[in-house]
């Protein structure tokens, strides 16, 4: 079996579909309810993937914030708007940078991710404070909520019947991933194969966001309340470009040093909540995603309509 080289091609689970982002193109594909398959691309902003900032350490941890935030919205409004479409209706392209749903759902979301993870730890800790004073216990407290938060949250999420596909989806496209890294050939029977995890899965980054603040606030200390939810917020980007890095390292040597397998392993078992095992209606999906981001980063094509449509 031999290698393909490792090029940083990601992607995330969406409503009855797969999103797919290589260095210069972003596609989606979703399953429509007639059952074919429906694609949409974009040209992915060139001053974020191919400038500066995805050439420079830490910094370019910016750019997994925006697959996360604006790619993976503007993805997952995209399936939604497939999903609820009458037969045979056509979908409208949209352009990501300008649609508006799309920014102030990015916005929301960075609201209520910032607020859950980051300040309401920080605030059940300030109660516990109210009866002892701030200690190392009040950061080990904190960074144990936040743990519980995240755990907690993929995991009842989990159990409705539109997100656990979407885990299953997730868990497509990470096996499209493997199989394309290993030089297999992106048919259902040889993608199966592979494992559902990815060490370079967006779940990972999430826990490792987790294990980079427990140092990074532990070293700001305890001062006061006011202080500390203000440094939550504002090194944000700082751990996410340390987390980002982190990742990095791990997927390119994860199948290389078993200390680095040990390293990713918490990322790794975190993803079996995050990961279901897909069918073959759901490859099908994801390898129709992939096929077309790597068409379109081969020929530096303009992407196709937004609703071509391939068999179901």
């Given at each position: 079996?031999?290698?393909?080289?490792?090029?940083?091609?990601?992607?995330?689970?969406?409503?009855?579909?797969?999103?797919?982002?290589?260095?210069?193109?972003?596609?989606?594909?979703?399953?429509?309810?007639?059952?074919?398959?429906?694609?949409?691309?974009?040209?992915?902003?060139?001053?974020?993937y191919g400038g500066v900032i995805s050439r420079v350490p830490l910094l370019r941890g910016v750019t997994m914030l925006w697959d996360s935030l604006v790619l993976g919205l503007a993805a997952?409004?995209?399936?939604?708007?497939?999903?609820?479409?009458?037969?045979?209706?056509?979908?409208?392209?949209?352009?990501?940078?300008?649609?508006?749903?799309?920014?102030?759902?990015?916005?929301?979301?960075l609201v209520l991710g910032v607020g859950l993870f980051f300040v309401l730890p920080l605030l059940l800790v300030g109660l516990y404070e109210r009866a002892v004073s701030p200690s190392f216990w009040s950061h080990l407290i904190e960074t144990f909520v936040r743990l519980g938060l995240l755990v907690g949250y993929v995991y009842v999420v989990g159990f409705t019947g539109e997100i656990r596909?979407?885990?299953?989806?997730?868990?497509?496209?990470?096996?499209?991933?493997?199989?394309?890294?290993?030089?297999?050939?992106?048919?259902?029977?040889?993608?199966?194969?592979?494992?559902?995890?990815?060490?370079?899965?967006?779940?990972?980054?999430?826990?490792?966001?987790?294990?980079?603040?427990?140092?990074?606030?532990?070293l700001i200390g305890t001062p006061d309340l006011v202080t500390r939810i203000a440094s939550r917020i504002v090194l944000i980007p700082v751990i996410a470009g340390i987390a980002y890095e982190l990742l990095r390292f791990g997927g390119t040597h994860y199948e290389k040093s078993?200390?680095?397998?040990?390293?990713?392993?918490?990322?790794?078992?975190?993803?079996?909540?995050t990961t279901k095992q897909p069918d073959d209606d759901m490859i099908e999906v994801a390898v129709a995603a992939f096929t077309e981001m790597q068409r379109?980063?081969?020929?530096?094509?303009?992407?196709?309509?937004?609703?071509?449509?391939?068999?179901?």
């Amino acid at each position: 079996m031999s290698t393909a080289p490792r090029i940083g091609y990601g992607g995330q689970a969406v409503l009855e579909g797969v999103m797919m982002r290589g260095r210069r193109y972003m596609a989606v594909a979703v399953r429509a309810p007639d059952r074919s398959i429906v694609l949409h691309s974009e040209r992915l902003p060139v001053h974020l993937y191919g400038g500066v900032i995805s050439r420079v350490p830490l910094l370019r941890g910016v750019t997994m914030l925006w697959d996360s935030l604006v790619l993976g919205l503007a993805a997952l409004t995209f399936s939604a708007d497939v999903a609820m479409r009458e037969e045979g209706e056509r979908h409208q392209p949209t352009t990501t940078g300008m649609k508006a749903a799309t920014w102030g759902s990015v916005a929301i979301a960075l609201v209520l991710g910032v607020g859950l993870f980051f300040v309401l730890p920080l605030l059940l800790v300030g109660l516990y404070e109210r009866a002892v004073s701030p200690s190392f216990w009040s950061h080990l407290i904190e960074t144990f909520v936040r743990l519980g938060l995240l755990v907690g949250y993929v995991y009842v999420v989990g159990f409705t019947g539109e997100i656990r596909r979407v885990y299953r989806y997730h868990g497509a496209e990470h096996k499209t991933i493997h199989a394309y890294e290993h030089g297999d050939p992106l048919v259902a029977a040889a993608i199966q194969r592979y494992p559902t995890a990815h060490p370079r899965c967006g779940t990972a980054f999430l826990l490792l966001v987790i294990v980079v603040s427990i140092i990074v606030f532990a070293l700001i200390g305890t001062p006061d309340l006011v202080t500390r939810i203000a440094s939550r917020i504002v090194l944000i980007p700082v751990i996410a470009g340390i987390a980002y890095e982190l990742l990095r390292f791990g997927g390119t040597h994860y199948e290389k040093s078993p200390l680095v397998r040990l390293m990713v392993a918490p990322g790794i078992l975190l993803q079996a909540i995050t990961t279901k095992q897909p069918d073959d209606d759901m490859i099908e999906v994801a390898v129709a995603a992939f096929t077309e981001m790597q068409r379109l980063e081969d020929a530096g094509d303009v992407p196709a309509p937004a609703s071509a449509a391939a068999s179901g």
